[in-house]
């Protein structure tokens, strides 16, 4: 069975003036509806999120590495932060181990959930440390469940610490947070 349609329409197309110039691109004038771009007042809702920055005196562990005799690189001091959003303020997020291997330092942190009956609201939470070593480069982990946010794109969410490379969890262990 088949079907055959035929269907024509018709149209006109606006009236166009191009002036060209040689060596250059035509200029089109289409004639069209006039438009006018400005601004108007409305009232609208807008959530508005008040961030308080409070200077605070905290505990920070330094991690001072010295190299072998005839490494002639540079030592500059680093603090390495690792930071994620999370749905609510009752986790914890903490640096637990920094692995060396080459010109690579490997930041492992475990983010535990503390209180379940925490109101929710998206907040982030962090640990940093600060190392003085030559320029590495820094490859962070997360021990944990990632949580939704788009925040948490940038750090490697795993189980377990067995879960890393074995080439990493045979590396020098540089820190191990206290117990």
Request: net charge negative.
């Amino acid at each position: 069975m088949g079907c055959e349609v035929d269907q024509t329409q018709q149209g006109e197309l606006p009236d166009v003036d191009v002036d060209v110039e040689e060596g250059a691109l035509p200029e089109y004038d289409v004639e069209w509806a006039d438009v006018d771009v400005g601004t108007t007042e409305r009232t609208v809702t807008v959530p508005k999120l008040v961030v308080v920055m409070e200077e605070e005196t905290v505990s920070v562990p330094v991690i001072d590495v010295s190299m072998p005799e005839g490494d002639d690189r540079e030592i500059v001091e680093r603090t390495l932060t690792v930071e994620t959003e999370v749905p609510h303020a009752g986790y914890d997020l903490s640096i637990e181990h920094v692995f060396a291997e080459e010109n690579r330092v490997h930041v492992i942190a475990r983010l535990t959930e503390n209180r379940t009956d925490a109101p929710p609201q998206q907040v982030r939470v962090s640990d940093r440390l600060v190392i003085n070593a030559p320029d590495t480069d820094v490859r962070y982990y997360i021990v944990g469940a990632r949580p939704e946010g788009v925040h948490n794109d940038q750090y490697e969410f795993i189980d377990t610490v067995d879960a890393l490379p074995m080439d990493i969890r045979d590396a020098r262990e540089i820190y191990s947070a206290p117990s």
